[in-house]
């Protein structure tokens, strides 16, 4: 059997490591595996819930990302809106926390989250307590919520995200239409 760990890196990448029950009673007691609650899902599989907070500021646009485990198009997604808050030229500054940098270059440091500073939540669809989510957007996922109302789904450019990003910050951002709802599709398909 095999036990699926993750871990939060320095470089505030998510690790993820699947160890096999005995590896993972000898090492339990390290910090480095410390995880999520595991679950278990189809047959004896068991499965880590991609659910929390993957990078959160203050008094910043709020965004949650309705995913499950295995979804490419939630990872690209999640790969552009870590990008529009990263400068590209501080990426490399990021990947030692700046310690390694010389002195010279502490404003790069200094202002490595000013371009579309928001906060991201991953909320698992599959997970037991997420039933509501699963049943709205079971096919449809990627879908992105900012401060609470609909954003978009499936795709996400950095244009997109940096001009809703903006208007999140400025007050202005208003849900878009378009939001799925998978139950109320099947109802329908049922009716019919």
């Known amino acids: 059997p095999q036990r699926a760990f993750t871990k939060c890196m320095p470089s505030g990448l998510l690790y993820t490591a699947?160890?096999?029950?005995?590896?993972?009673?000898?090492?339990?007691?390290?910090p480095l595996l410390a995880g999520p609650a595991l679950r278990q899902s189809r047959g004896c599989r068991l499965m880590a819930s991609v659910s929390g907070v993957v990078y959160a500021q203050a008094d910043v646009p709020a965004v949650r990302l309705f995913t499950k485990?295995?979804?490419?198009?939630?990872d690209k997604v999640r790969d552009?809106?870590?990008g529009v808050t990263v400068r590209r030229s501080d990426a490399a500054s990021l990947r030692c926390g700046g310690t390694c940098l010389p002195r010279r270059f502490p404003p790069l440091v200094r202002h490595w989250q000013d371009r579309a500073p928001h906060s991201l939540e991953a909320v698992?669809?599959?997970?037991?307590?997420?039933?509501?989510?699963?049943?709205?957007?079971k096919y449809d996922i990627p879908v992105l919520h900012l401060d609470g109302a609909y954003w978009t789904k499936h795709r996400l450019t950095e244009e997109e995200a940096l001009e809703a990003l903006a208007e999140a910050g400025a007050g202005a951002f208003a849900a878009r239409r378009g939001e799925p709802d998978a139950e109320r599709l099947e109802r329908r398909k049922e009716e019919r």
């Open 124 to 137: 698992d669809i599959t997970d037991e307590d997420h039933a509501q989510w699963l049943a709205k957007y």
């Open 80 to 82: 552009v809106l870590r």
């Open 18 to 30: 699947t160890i096999s029950v005995f590896a993972a009673t000898r090492l339990a007691s390290r």
């Open 69 to 74: 485990e295995g979804c490419t198009l939630c």
